[in-house]
């Protein structure tokens, strides 16, 4: 199978594997369940902060998610550039995960990535990734070094890729899957860059042409269908600074001060985009509602997480400043 050739995978395969990463929901206590089927809550954790380590921990603590012990973890970060957060995934942020995943009895931690347009090798030396992997003790892998026989094809009906896309078999088929994300703006059609535009740093690189040779809207969509091939058990945004405008490399900067949590990708996307839009942002954050955003709507079509706001739950910690600002971010939803 080449890069720029997937082939169409049959209805049954693609819906076996897609009931396959659907079997590996998280075990979330009643108050903090994934959501997005029959309307049934999603909670995503908010810390305000603007230590990274700190906030990485309190989400740990404070959300109710099924536990990595003797899982082999794959970790994603947002290493599309090695530029400083939130241009790409901070190492505080990445040391603080790999800790506490660890210290949770994780069997091993493999951190999988594909950077572009710098090569990724580039980028990952740049970030200090091999050295932070051996004090740490944890794998790396290089997506563009996969074989042929690496990756898994997707071709779903109703897709906007032409010839469908495919995605690292590692991930596909991975028992336990963390996300890390930052906060921002796209400032080259995608409008936003969050939990759900990680999945492109997962495609071969050949095939991200068509992203960009696409209508901006059809790009939008065709990032969230990316992540029909995988389910993440874990996602943490770091929010501490973000981008209001620009991104993903580079932008207007600001200090948002939030980490947030999360195992539905909607729901922690949308609490991103009101965060967004408690900042002040571009038009294309602040002229439509939460859940009219591309690839928001996109996601809900195709079921991968809460069909609205009134689906999610914010759940904080016993501190005021989070407990003040989730009540902002929750009236923001609610206006959409």
């Known amino acids: 199978m080449s890069a720029t050739n997937v082939p169409k995978m049959s209805r049954r395969t693609f819906f076996e594997t897609s009931l396959a990463g659907a079997a590996a929901l998280s075990v979330l206590s009643p108050k903090a369940r994934a959501g997005g089927q029959g309307g049934a809550k999603s909670t995503v954790v908010l810390v305000k902060t603007m230590d990274r380590a700190r906030g990485v ?6 959300f109710a998610f099924s536990s990595p012990k003797g899982k082999a973890v794959f970790l ?22 790999v800790l506490e995943l660890k210290a949770r009895g994780a069997a091993g931690i493999t951190l999988g990535e594909s950077s572009g347009p710098p090569p990724t090798k580039k980028v990952l030396e740049d970030k200090g990734i091999p050295a ?53 703006t796209h400032g080259f059609g995608g409008h936003i860059s969050m939990s759900m535009k990680l999945a492109v740093g997962l495609t071969p690189k050949a095939i991200r042409r068509e992203l960009h040779g696409k209508r901006d809207t059809d790009m939008r969509k065709m990032i969230a269908e990316l992540n029909l091939g995988y389910k993440p058990k874990l996602i943490l945004m770091d929010g501490v600074t973000a981008f209001v405008d620009g991104g993903p490399s580079r ?4 200090d948002a001060g939030v980490v947030i949590g999360g195992t539905d990708r909607v729901a922690v996307d949308a609490v991103g985009v009101a965060v967004l839009k408690d900042l002040g942002s571009n038009a294309t ?44 971010i929750r009236a923001l939803l609610k206006e959409g």
């Open 57 to 62: 921990k309190e989400v740990f603590r404070l």
């Open 76 to 97: 994603k970060p947002n290493f599309n550039t090695s530029d400083p957060a939130p241009g790409s995934t901070h190492n505080d942020t990445l040391r603080q995960i």
């Open 132 to 184: 932070l992997a051996q004090e740490l003790g944890f794998d790396v892998v290089n997506f563009e070094d996969l074989a042929e026989d690496g990756w898994t094809a997707f071709n779903p009906p109703g897709n906007h890729w032409d010839k469908g896309f495919s995605l690292p078999k590692a991930v596909v088929q991975s028992e336990y899957t963390v996300s890390t994300c930052c906060l921002k």
């Open 251 to 254: 932008g207007k900067q600001v």
């Open 285 to 328: 954050i602040m002229d439509r509602k939460i859940f009219e955003q591309d690839q928001i709507r996109r996601a809900v079509e195709i079921g991968l997480g809460v069909g609205g706001p009134q689906e999610i739950e914010i759940a904080v910690g016993d501190d005021e400043a989070s407990r003040l600002y989730a009540e902002k």
